[in-house]
């Protein structure tokens, strides 16, 4: 089946460090357009980072200088390190898949919950 | 940073038709997108490129431009229709995502 499926949220101190993972699953996310998008809790969907098949990486403005997108081929997974987390971090995380830049987010993972604390 | 706008809540009886509206300065530029999100759920893209239905959406769900706005129509609202819609887009430069703050759907 093809999926995405996130891993490695949890509940952290403001100002900490935490490491996603996104595995997929019958593709190749090389070939594809990644996205990263959370959703506070009772809000919306807020888009925080793209990778396109080239490797070239775009932040959202809130998290930019502090989350890093990267790519593991040979694991076909991609990671999101976030540092100097803050409260307003707190979100579900999904990782979402496109077939090309302009097809559209048709593929979701469940998501993973972050929790920042101070 | 580049916004899109969307009515906060749109209620209709069941069997009328729904329409929820997207404005944003560079849709006559770019694709818009349409999401539902169901409580607990991930979000299920329903139009992609303005106009087309992904594979086992409904033809009642449907997507429209007009130029700076766009529309998306549900017709014959079911109950089953009750959920958040989001549109999204990306800025003129075709870099960066946007997402519209969302809109709820009620059916009556």
């Known amino acids: 089946e093809v999926q995405l499926v996130e891993s490695g949220g949890g509940l952290i101190q403001s100002g900490g460090s935490l490491r996603l993972a996104c595995a997929a699953s019958?593709?190749?996310?090389?070939?594809?357009?990644i996205n990263w998008v959370r959703q506070a809790p009772g809000k919306g969907l807020e888009w925080v980072s793209s990778?396109?098949?080239?490797?070239?990486?775009y932040y959202a403005d809130s998290v930019k200088g502090r989350f890093t997108f990267s790519r593991d081929n040979s694991k076909n997974t991609l990671y999101l390190q976030m540092s100097s987390l803050r409260d307003d971090d707190t979100a579900i995380y999904y990782c979402?898949?496109?077939?090309?830049?302009?097809?559209?987010?048709?593929?979701w993972g469940q998501g993973t919950t972050v929790t920042v604390s101070s | 940073s580049y916004e899109l706008t969307q009515p906060p809540s749109v209620s209709v009886s069941p069997g009328q038709t729904a329409r929820i509206t997207c404005s944003g300065d560079?849709?006559?530029?770019?694709?818009v997108y349409w999401y539902q999100q169901k409580p607990g759920q991930a979000p299920v893209m329903v139009i992609y490129?303005?106009?087309e239905r992904p594979s086992g959406i409904p033809e009642r769900i449907s997507g429209s431009n007009s130029g700076t706005t766009v529309t998306l129509t549900i017709s014959g609202v079911q109950a089953e229709d009750e959920a958040d819609y989001y549109c999204?887009?990306?800025?003129?430069?075709?870099?960066?995502?946007?997402f519209g703050g969302g809109t709820k759907l009620t059916v009556l």
């Open positions: 999204q887009s990306v800025d003129s430069s075709g870099t960066y995502v946007t």
């Open positions: 019958e593709f190749i996310v090389s070939n594809k357009f």
């Open positions: 490129k303005d106009t």
């Open positions: 990778i396109y098949s080239g490797g070239t990486t």
């Open positions: 560079a849709l006559p530029k770019q694709y």
């Open positions: 979402v898949g496109s077939h090309c830049p302009t097809c559209g987010m048709d593929l």
